[in-house]
């Protein structure tokens, strides 16, 4: 089968292991630097120009967009997709985990348990908007940010209202979250592929730090879940309809909340952490896939 990771970084270990674990059960596989491809939008004929050449024909992509390349790198997949290309997850899926609203507005309308969140535009009712998630402390967080940047933890009233101001009169999109303050600095990612959870690590944020995200200094060791937090991030992955993704749940008081459903989780923690061989789960699950469905294209 002729893969490619497409990936804006060949030297990232988790473009890395991709190629490897494809490479060591048999595939041809190639990355691709999405930005490097240019498309013709022909009737009929979507092509992708790669270097200056016809991209040769692929049977499987994984992509691994990076959010700062988030509208480029999905229509580069939508153009694969429209090229009969298989993909875990679609274009569509992608781009709708990058925005953190849209991404929980699609869990809570599957039941999906998650913290009290609230979004608004006006300045005009702040402390309605602070109210609505029961009072400060709380969480303020940029619809787009990624690896714990605009995260910001609001301890009191006054500094909630301060720093929603400021991001509005940036034209800033945000949205105001209960503080999960039990959780410690701690959650867990799970990671699922296709419908299963194959690794699962707990992350502690660093001394003084509530941001648990190892880009911010945070550790991750193998987290033992339970079954309920298993088929809650099962179920997250399955409303976003990503075939591979990464599920942030915090623990509270009152049971296990999701945060947040990344659809390029990275690989280098987890699989250091657990020991797992996560990208031999990808590469695995993506050839059997692609192979069902293109079974069931012949048969119709
Ligand atoms: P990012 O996309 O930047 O990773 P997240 O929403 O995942 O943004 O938040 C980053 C980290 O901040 C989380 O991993 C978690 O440790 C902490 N965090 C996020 N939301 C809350 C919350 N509501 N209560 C407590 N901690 C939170
Ligand atoms: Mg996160």
Same mark, same amino acid.
């Given at each position: 089968m002729r893969l490619?990771?497409?990936?804006?970084?060949?030297?990232?270990?988790?473009?890395? *292991? &991709?190629? /490897?674990?494809?490479?060591?059960r048999g595939h041809?596989?190639?990355? !691709?630097?999405?930005?490097? =491809?240019?498309?013709?939008? %022909?009737?009929?004929?979507?092509?992708?120009?790669?270097?200056?050449?016809? &991209?040769?024909?692929?049977d499987v992509?994984?992509?691994?967009?990076?959010?700062?390349?988030?509208?480029?790198?999905?229509?580069?997949?939508?153009?694969? #997709?429209?090229?009969?290309v298989y993909?875990p997850?679609?274009?569509?899926?992608?781009? $709708?985990?990058?925005?953190?609203?849209? =991404?929980? /507005?699609?869990?809570?309308?599957?039941? !999906?348990?998650?913290?009290?969140?609230?979004?608004?535009?006006?300045?005009? @009712?702040? *402390?309605?908007?602070?109210?609505?998630?029961?009072?400060?402390?709380?969480? !303020?967080?940029?619809?787009?940010?990624?690896?714990?940047?605009?995260?910001?933890?609001?301890?009191?009233?006054?500094?909630?209202?301060?720093?929603?101001?400021?991001?509005?009169?940036?034209?800033?999109?945000?949205?105001? /979250?209960?503080?999960?303050?039990?959780?410690?600095?701690? @959650?867990?990612?799970?990671?699922?592929?296709g419908?299963?959870?194959?690794?699962?690590?707990? $992350?502690?944020?660093?001394?003084?730090?509530?941001?648990?995200?190892?880009?911010?200094?945070?550790?991750?060791?193998?987290?033992? &879940?339970?079954?309920?937090? *298993?088929?809650?991030?099962? /179920?997250? %992955?399955?409303?976003?309809? &990503?075939?591979?993704?990464?599920? @942030?749940?915090?623990?509270?008081?009152?049971?296990?909340?999701?945060?947040? !459903?990344?659809?390029?989780?990275?690989? #280098?923690?987890?699989?250091?952490?657990?020991?797992? @061989?996560?990208?031999?789960?990808?590469v695995e699950f993506v050839a059997k896939d692609a192979q069902s469905r293109r079974q069931l294209g012949h048969d119709?």
């Open positions: 490619a990771v497409l990936s804006q970084k060949p030297e990232l270990y988790s473009t890395k *292991r &991709l190629v /490897q674990a494809a490479q060591q041809d596989a190639v990355i !691709v630097d999405y930005l490097r =491809c240019h498309m013709n939008i %022909a009737s009929r004929r979507p092509t992708i120009v790669y270097d200056g050449e016809p &991209l040769a024909p692929l992509i994984i992509p691994r967009v990076s959010a700062s390349s988030t509208f480029y790198g999905t229509a580069v997949v939508r153009q694969l #997709e429209m090229m009969g993909t997850s679609s274009s569509q899926a992608i781009a $709708r985990s990058r925005d953190k609203l849209r =991404c929980l /507005q699609i869990l809570s309308r599957k039941g !999906v348990a998650m913290p009290v969140t609230a979004f608004g535009h006006s300045t005009q @009712d702040v *402390r309605g908007l602070i109210a609505g998630v029961g009072g400060a402390p709380l969480i !303020v967080k940029l619809l787009e940010g990624t690896q714990g940047i605009g995260v910001v933890l609001c301890e009191t009233q006054k500094a909630a209202e301060s720093v929603i101001e400021a991001f509005r009169n940036l034209d800033a999109n945000i949205l105001v /979250q209960e503080f999960i303050q039990e959780a410690a600095g701690e @959650d867990v990612r799970c990671f699922v592929v419908g299963k959870v194959v690794a699962a690590m707990k $992350r502690t944020a660093a001394p003084g730090e509530f941001r648990s995200n190892l880009h911010r200094g945070g550790h991750g060791e193998v987290a033992k &879940l339970t079954p309920e937090e *298993r088929s809650m991030a099962v /179920q997250a %992955a399955k409303a976003m309809r &990503l075939g591979i993704a990464g599920v @942030d749940i915090i623990r509270s008081n009152h049971g296990p909340l999701v945060i947040e !459903v990344n659809s390029s989780p990275g690989l #280098e923690g987890i699989e250091q952490a657990t020991g797992v @061989d996560v990208a031999g789960r990808v119709q």
